[in-house]
């Protein structure tokens, strides 16, 4: 996993509400096995019917074509487990989303290929969301080491878990730590195959 | 300090607690399909590692397959590499695959009900985010991306947060012909698509405890209409007897023992929620949605809402959702046209769903100019359907008669919307796009969908009595 310290760039406005998974990747441009789904991003908003990108979506704009950072309304990223919304987001170069809140899974998604998803005030993201859509004031610096967002006019403070905020900065696999746990794994199927049997499956 | 139904199976699959307070959860269940697998499968060899419980894990083919009778992996060509992917990933891994020859293949939180492979109180995760489906039966069950679906194949464990609880009552008895999907429509309206985030949701009350084991599949698999990955009802006597002799239930001496500790599966009297809703479920009228998020809804008598009339932050959604649905404030819902309709999915695939659509369309005939769609969630349903001759009902009728998978739901393959068509379905997601770009879904049940096939518009189920011989069950 890539890891994520600094980052520093355009932030991109989507100031809408319940921005679902189906609408950060529409289904039809999943159908590849990859994970390098940067051109199909928001592509029922991006692009027209025939393909051809719609001139007023924030990420066609000339300010926000390199947006390292996007802010929206509640909920983003509800509905479909889908992880290719994070990967097209990754792969176009959005390395954080700053949100009210975020679907679960997403989230989780998230977190595990080094995207931060930091949810801030209403108030926090009401200011942020004007701000955004100003080509002047949409560059923004995230210092994770500090836990801080900076724009023209603020610091805001972010509220990351210790342990999420070491996962991001390190770019560490997590995997790799359960595994370092096999030993408790093994102890547990063993005791339980005796407890609840009917769990178990013969290998 | 009683505990809930959630905590109680959540304590019994903690292996520790890690450093950063998350909990090191086992997963008894693991699900696969086409779609989210073959990348974790990849990543997995990449990084040099094994499946660790192949014997846990279980691989269908659903999402990215054409549903046209006599079809292959390769019908819908751009699904064929992802068909092709999962079978050499389950071959070489030894995992057992329900393959599109098996006759238990089909939509896969269909299929893991029907063979006992979700039982009461087991931890279970799927890559599709409607895993919460199995909290029907008493299963811990969530959806999950792809990089966790790398993690459960390599070690049987989520590293998870526990999540706060929810428990939504529903008081009161469903008035007739008012249906489970009717129940979820209302309450995902009541809660709010985002008002169960963060939350694992157990319902209770008078309702539930009524609904058959396919009606609480049914609510709980729209939990995540909420914004909750989790949803469940505590196991009793119903499910029970529903799971036994199924095929990888366990059976004799081994079932007894097991309904024994299921018993004890429910919340304690004095179980501390951190938050409770209550519903009456006797005030609940054949539902559907008007917008573009599950919590856009309205009882069929009723009219398209004025977002003049909403919070300041519901309007803006609202009234986005409106011009993408091209409908008009004060508009009666009954009577707004549709070209397709869909019957299928996990949400609404099952035998009973086929049986009341199928009581509805018996000795009526669906709307010049409407294509229906019937799509069974399994082979198993589609084989009992065939035995009752719902499927000689529902090509009478003039609708088509296809073959299991997730079909329009997901859209993933040619079963799809043209932009701007109009789609009465069972699904259960109304998303801008999600049954194809430009598409507009309403969501609603079997017999409200065989109804407006019939009418050609959304319309009162009530209003079309069953005709046929399946009047006399009841068309239940
Ligand atoms: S029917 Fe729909 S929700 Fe169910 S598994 Fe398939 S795509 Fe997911």
């Known amino acids: ?203 | 300090m009683g505990r809930t139904l959630i905590d109680k199976i959540w304590d019994m699959h903690r292996i520790s607690t890690l450093p950063d307070g998350r909990d090191l959860v086992h997963i008894d269940r693991h699900l696969i399909h086409e779609v989210t697998s073959p990348i974790a499968f990849a990543k997995l060899r990449e990084a040099g590692r094994t499946v660790r419980n192949p014997e846990l894990t279980f691989a269908t083919i659903d999402h990215i397959v054409s549903t046209r009778p006599g079809r292959t992996g390769e019908t819908y060509a751009r699904g064929a590499a992802f068909v092709q992917a999962l079978r050499r990933e389950t071959a070489a891994a030894g995992i057992k695959l329900f393959d599109l020859d098996s006759d238990a293949q089909g939509i896969v939180h269909v299929i893991s009900p029907e063979l006992g492979l979700a039982l009461p109180g087991l931890t279970m995760v799927c890559g599709d985010s409607h895993t919460c489906t199995l909290g029907g039966l008493g299963a811990l069950a969530f959806g999950i991306g792809s990089s966790e679906i790398e993690q459960v194949l390599a070690t049987q464990c989520l590293a998870l947060h526990r999540p706060r609880t929810l428990r939504i009552h529903v008081d009161g008895m469903l008035p007739h012909a008012v249906t489970a999907k009717d129940l979820i429509l209302a309450i995902v309206a009541q809660v709010g698509a985002r008002g169960g985030v963060g939350h694992a949701v157990e319902y209770a009350g008078s309702a539930i405890r009524t609904l058959s084991v396919e009606e609480r599949l049914t609510i709980c698999n729209m939990t995540i209409e909420l914004g909750s990955r989790i949803g469940l009802i505590a196991p009793d006597e119903t499910v029970f007897s529903f799971l036994r002799g199924r095929d990888y239930a366990p059976s004799g001496a081994a079932f007894d023992r097991a309904i024994s500790e299921w018993r004890g599966l429910c919340s304690d009297e004095d179980a501390d929620f951190d938050r409770e809703v209550r519903l009456r479920g006797d005030e609940i009228a054949p539902t559907v949605t008007w917008g573009t998020s599950p919590d856009q809804t309205a009882p069929i008598d009723g009219v398209v809402p004025d977002p003049g009339t909403m919070t300041t932050s519901d309007q803006s959604a609202a009234t986005a959702a409106l011009r993408y649905m091209d409908l008009q404030p004060g508009m009666p819902l009954d009577g707004v046209p549709v070209t397709r309709v869909f019957i299928g999915s996990c949400t609404n695939g099952r035998l009973s769903d086929l049986r009341a659509a199928a009581a509805l369309l018996e000795g009526r005939h669906v709307h010049k100019g409407v294509r229906t769609l019937v799509v069974p969630g399994s082979m198993r349903v589609k084989r009992l359907a065939e035995t009752e001759g719902l499927d000689r009902i529902f090509t009478t009728a003039g609708a088509e008669w296809r073959e299991p998978g997730c079909s329009m739901c997901c859209a993933l393959q040619d079963d799809s919307l043209s932009p701007g068509e109009r789609c009465a379905s069972t699904s259960n997601r109304n998303f801008e796009g999600r049954q194809g770009a430009g598409g507009r879904t309403h969501l609603m049940s079997p017999a409200m969908a065989a109804a407006a096939a019939v009418a050609g518009a959304i319309t009162d189920a009530r209003a079309y009595p069953p005709k046929g011989r399946l009047a006399e069950c009841g068309g239940t």
């Open chain 1, 1 to 203: 996993m890539k890891p994520l310290r600094h980052l520093e760039g355009p932030l991109a406005a989507l100031p809408r509400e319940n921005v679902d998974t189906d609408a950060i990747i529409p289904a039809d441009r999943t159908r590849e096995i990859t994970t390098r789904l940067g051109p199909g991003l928001f592509g029922n908003w991006r692009y027209d019917r025939t393909g051809k990108e719609v001139a007023d979506f924030v990420l066609n704009k000339p300010s926000w074509r390199d947006a390292v950072a996007l802010v929206a309304g509640a909920n983003f990223g509800c509905g479909s487990s889908r992880e290719h919304a994070v990967w097209a987001l990754a792969d176009f170069g959005i390395r954080a989303i700053f949100a009210p809140s975020f679907g679960d899974i997403f989230k989780a998604n998230c977190a595990r290929n080094g995207l931060l998803a930091a949810e801030l005030d209403k108030t926090v993201i009401a200011r942020l969301l004007n701000m955004a859509q100003e080509p002047t004031q949409c560059r923004i610096v995230l210092d994770l080491e500090d836990g801080k967002l900076s724009t023209i006019t603020e610091d805001i403070p972010l509220e990351i878990s210790p342990s999420l905020r070491d996962a991001l900065m390190s770019g560490r696999d997590e995997i790799a730590d359960v595994l370092d746990r096999s030993a408790d794994i093994d102890a547990f199927q063993q005791r339980e195959r005796l407890i609840r049997p009917w769990v178990y499956f013969e290998q």
